[in-house]
């Protein structure tokens, strides 16, 4: 994990130096009448003279001491903005992974054993269809359509849990459903594949001919083991549900790490960018490593002695 995140840094650090425009035109202003002494001064300041391997490893060691910077636009520390924005992204992360797993695994778990049937044809039917509309193109009807229609609006302000948890519910509920369902189609279908694998397999025929009761066949039997390269692709998915969280908090106004990477980005305040990018890069990895321990509690074959 380690040399995977050194290896995320140095890239994210070298593609925001190629975007168009410079630190010192953002901080300045594009048009601004600044004196050649201002000018160097910032310079100085942001040690631009430095070769970028010097700038990179003064930020690299910045951040191993827990200083990812400060915002060209704001002037504040990234670190301290980022703490009051993780949460949020956080709890619209679990909120659209829990929404995706409570629809994905029990569809393609009925979906396998109504193989062929009206309840699989329209599961896998709501499969393709969940992978193929944009989550953004839904989320913009359901900002637009019900306020010519009815003149209701989703909530605007965003309310921390510990203030109101109804409202923070509330305002977090429909972006973390668009979210979980652009997840929904291919976990959904991977669970399908991997059940019916299992469920032709010989111990469970013998599960049946013992006279053990389906419900206890298939949960208990056939589900956790097919669940690992399922658990795999949750694992893979990460990335995908971070996008998602990126355009829905900008779209609902959420204040977040994607709202702040957005109008970092747009503003080409590049410690905001770098240091966005490496906490989710650390999120990402964490994820794996966790997906990577659930095997052995889901196939005690596979753990170490």
Not at 14 to 34: D, H, K, T
Not at 171 to 185: E, F, N, Q, S
Request: no cysteine; net charge positive; charged share 15%.
């Amino acid at each position: 994990m380690v040399p995977t995140l050194i290896g995320i840094s140095i890239v994210v650090f070298m593609m925001v130096r190629f975007l168009p425009g410079s630190r010192r035109r953002r901080r300045l202003g594009e048009n601004a009448a600044v004196s050649v002494e201002d000018r160097a001064k910032l310079r100085d300041q942001y040690k631009l003279s430095n070769s970028l391997p010097q700038q990179y490893w003064d930020w690299l060691n910045g951040v191993a001491h827990g200083d990812l910077g400060v915002s060209l636009i704001s002037n504040r520390s990234v670190a301290k903005d980022l703490r009051h924005r993780i949460v949020p992204s956080v709890e619209l992360g679990l909120m659209a992974m829990t929404v995706a797993l409570l629809i994905a695994i029990p569809v393609g778990v009925i979906s396998a054993v109504r193989q062929d049937t009206w309840l699989d044809y329209v599961a896998r039917s709501g499969a393709i269809g969940f992978l193929s509309v944009p989550g953004f193109w839904l989320a913009t009807l359901i900002l637009v359509i019900p306020s010519r229609l009815w003149g209701w609006t989703p909530p605007l302000e965003y309310r921390d849990f510990t203030e109101s948890p109804v409202q923070n519910l509330y305002k977090l509920a429909i972006p973390a459903g668009l979210v979980g369902l652009a997840l929904v189609g291919t976990i959904m279908r991977l669970t399908r594949t991997q059940m019916l694998e299992v469920l032709r397999q010989d111990y469970i025929r013998t599960a049946y001919a013992k006279g053990l009761r389906q419900s206890t066949t298939i949960f208990r039997h056939a589900l956790k083991n097919a669940l690992i390269p399922v658990i795999t692709v949750i694992g893979l998915q990460i990335p995908t549900l971070i996008g998602g969280i990126v355009i829905m908090e900008t779209i609902f106004d959420i204040p977040g790490m994607g709202s702040y990477l957005f109008d970092a980005t747009f503003r080409r305040d590049y410690p905001a960018i770098q240091g966005v990018n490496l906490v989710v890069a650390g999120f990402v990895l964490l994820s794996n490593l966790f997906v990577d321990i659930s095997y052995s509690y889901l196939d005690p074959r596979i753990r170490y002695s």
